[in-house]
């Protein structure tokens, strides 16, 4: 490297972070966890780590990190060479820690293992670059409908929409305005603010209206006339105050879980928060597929790699694959409600005492990855230029052609291949 | 006045000149702040020349591939940087309604405090009570103020039939007017403190002279106040300055820098340049480019503070 002073503080940034630094025993794995000290899937990352203790005698040193510090870590670690052995990884950073010669290819222990038949088809495809697999997945999501069945029965209301011109008419009819005139319940939610899942919005409608961010060939497609049409009907929702305005995601959440707004599309995390938050209500809660032909957007969220600099990569290995044993990935639903890799991983009891999980799990092989293909690594420059778009459009009033053109450009300068 | 110059009054030829430069000299003074030198020099020194040396060379942790070229580049990209300059004028916008709003409105709340009688110290306290709200904390509760659909500021405006109000941080019209007030209320304290101070230091008999002169409130305010009050009026106007152009967890937690970069300010940019875009050597020059105008600022403001202890000395 030829930064030496950035190597030094880099170094002593990961020795804070990670006390226990690279140093490791014999028969000892570091592994860099998200949130693997929280509720849910935190405690089948502690199941998955004490039945592999158990089974094979080498000591798992876990490197807790959260979700909002995750990426700056592995960032920083990798770059330093103080990497965990076994790395969490996901699609959207798999093209620059591939680059960076961080991962170390793993096509012959998968065949090895047997691992293609345990895991859902398509699973293997965002973590496959240039023809060679460099991470097994283990959980995914996708955004699905979810909606107030109980609202919806109120207004008369049998079956949630399945395009996107009811979707608009329903909410539009779920409306419910106080003696004040004020909205006390909105018909539905949309992100549209200053904050990355705008960007996921208007990619969901540029796919209910054909489209993409990007074509085959991985050419930005901003301007096309299906993103140019789905930004003109977030538009209308906006305006046709059946949505709140500008609020972040998270309040959203809370909205919809507190029955302050009838639908939404959302993950299936939202049914524990609505469990835990609104449980008297919890019956009302109900998810379809999105209201339109074509696949969800999400994917793989988390996928386990080898770090190319591992001391025993076949150990490290070997804790992956017990991740996808069909038993690991059975137990994998009694924490969370994220949506396991392994192929049949839910039991039928499972799939009865959490039928809000139908639709995730049909969707989970096909979805449609958020970052755009050939771009991984421009997701963070990218999603404030769709957002600036989407609100110039929303707010200022920009027309959609116009705001689009302006991403279009600014994409290309700053992204293009 | 006594100098040290008038208190050498040992004998040179017993003891040394070193003892003497050490003892009513420098090097006494020097040795106490030494320990403080290393360690800001550590903390603040290495670092600021660690990012003049970084803002020469290519350092992009999301593209590695040009990583070590050295050089002019990241000036050059500055300069015809139209986002870096637009973040710099909205630091020096949110600077100036930052100081005018905050001391404008903590020289009026220290101005009433002084003539309430009863409960003084319940006042100065309410006043006091923005300063202890961590900035970030101050966002969010403003964050929920403002919320364009449920939020309080709406409900006032409507109930003053002054509605429907408007979706203050996502209107780039609003967004950053909605933040300064944010920040003059976290941030008016500090100069309501030295405000209430320097008035309290003037002397009630000017204000009876002036009186018996039959002066009344604005003639007291403007020829015995505000001349009393300058000096004081200055360094706050000056610290507020900085405070102002170096702000950013309120931002940063209510807008981002958007809605379309109308709240992005050049603290904003660099922290985004550096830990969203990974770019570390161009956000170093931006930080170098903060450092310029900081430090043009710090000088002003020494300059100012040197020109009123010679004034004092002079009276």
């Known amino acids: ?417 | 006045m006594i100098t040290p110059r008038s208190r050498r009054w040992v004998a040179p030829g017993r003891i040394g000149r070193g003892w003497i430069w050490f003892a009513d000299g420098p090097g006494f003074p020097l040795l106490m702040l030494f320990p403080s030198l290393i360690v800001l020099g550590l903390v603040i020194g290495l670092p600021i020349l660690r990012a003049i040396e970084m803002s020469f060379d290519t350092l992009n942790l999301r593209r590695p591939a040009n990583n070590g070229e050295t050089g002019l580049h990241n000036y050059l990209r500055l300069l015809a940087d139209q986002r870096a300059w637009n973040a710099l004028g909205l630091s020096a916008l949110f600077m100036a309604g930052s100081v005018a709003g905050s001391v404008g409105l903590a020289l009026a709340a220290a101005l009433l405090t002084r003539r309430v009688t009863r409960g003084q110290a319940l006042v100065r306290l309410t006043f006091l009570i923005p300063w202890t709200v961590p900035a970030v904390v101050t966002a969010l509760v403003w964050g929920v103020m403002y919320d364009g659909n449920f939020g309080v500021v709406n409900r006032m405006l409507d109930s003053a039939g002054l509605g429907p109000g408007a979706n203050w941080l996502i209107d780039r019209r609003t967004a950053l007017w909605a933040l300064l007030a944010a920040q003059v209320w976290n941030e008016f304290p500090m100069s309501f403190v030295f405000l209430l101070a320097g008035l309290m230091a003037i002397p009630t008999e000017l204000y009876e002279s002036a009186r018996i002169d039959r002066a009344g409130p604005w003639s007291q305010f403007r020829f015995v106040t505000l001349p009393q009050l300058r000096p004081v009026l200055a360094i706050t106007v000056v610290l507020s300055m900085i405070m102002g152009f170096k702000a950013f967890p309120i931002i940063f937690v209510l807008t981002g820098g958007g809605p379309n970069r109308a709240t992005e300010t050049l603290t904003v940019l660099t922290f985004t340049t550096a830990f969203r875009d990974l770019d570390f050597a161009y956000a170093a020059t931006l930080g170098v480019l903060a450092l310029v105008v900081s430090a043009l600022m710090v000088t002003g403001y020494l300059r100012l503070v040197a020109r009123l202890d010679d004034g004092r000395e002079v009276t």
Not at chain 1, 288 to 316: F, I, Q, R, Y
Not at chain 1, 333 to 356: H, M
Not at chain 1, 370 to 379: E, L, R, S, T
């Open chain 1, 1 to 417: 490297m030829n930064h030496p002073f950035l190597t030094a503080v880099l170094l002593a940034s990961s020795a804070v972070l990670a006390p226990s630094g690279t140093a490791r025993a014999e028969g000892q794995l570091s592994f860099l966890v998200v949130d693997y000290d929280a509720p849910g899937m935190g405690q089948w990352w502690q199941l998955l780590v004490e039945t592999y203790q158990s089974t094979t005698g080498v000591a798992i040193e876990p490197r807790n990190v959260s979700a909002r510090q995750y990426y700056e870590r592995l960032v920083l670690e990798t770059a330093s060479g103080t990497a965990a052995d076994v790395l969490t990884v996901n699609p959207n950073n798999i093209l620059e820690l591939v680059a960076g010669g961080h991962l170390m290819p793993l096509d012959a222990m998968i065949d090895a293992a047997g691992l293609r038949d345990r895991i859902v088809p398509g699973g293997f495809d965002r973590l496959t670059v240039d023809g060679v697999t460099y991470a097994v997945p283990i959980t995914g999501r996708t955004l699905e409908l979810l909606y107030n069945r109980c609202q919806f029965e109120e207004a008369g209301i049998a079956a949630p929409p399945t395009t996107p011109q009811e979707f608009l008419d329903i909410a539009q009819r779920l409306v419910v305005v106080g003696d004040d005139g004020r909205v006390v319940r909105f018909g539905a939610n949309m992100v549209s603010g200053n904050e990355d899942p705008t960007y996921e919005m208007l990619l969901m409608w540029s796919i209910a209206f054909g489209g993409s961010f990007s074509d085959g060939q991985s050419n930005f497609t901003f301007d096309s006339p299906p993103v140019i049409e789905a930004l003109e009907f977030m538009r209308a929702v906006y305006d046709s105050g059946a949505v709140a305005k500008g609020m972040m995601e998270s309040d959203l959440r809370a909205l919809f879980a507190t029955g302050g707004a009838a639908m939404t599309i959302d993950g299936s995390w939202q049914f524990p928060f609505i469990q835990t938050n609104n449980p008297e209500n919890f019956a009302c809660f109900a998810s379809a597929p999105v209201p339109w032909d074509g696949p969800s957007t999400g994917g793989v969220n988390m996928a386990l790699a080898v770090n190319a600099k591992a001391a025993d990569p076949e150990a490290a290995f070997a804790f992956i694959a017990m991740s996808a044993t069909p038993e690991m990935q059975g137990r994998f639903s009694d924490f969370s409600a994220y949506i396991p890799y392994g192929v049949n991983a839910l039991t039928d009891e499972q799939r009865a005492s959490k039928p809000y999980l139908e639709p995730f799990l049909a969707s989970i092989g096909t979805a449609h990855p958020i970052f755009i293909p050939g771009h991984q690594d421009d997701f963070n420059a990218l999603w404030p230029i769709v957002v600036d778009a989407v609100t110039r459009t929303l707010v200022d009033g920009v027309p959609a052609a116009e705001s689009l053109a302006q991403a279009q450009s600014e994409a290309v300068a700053c992204c293009a291949n």
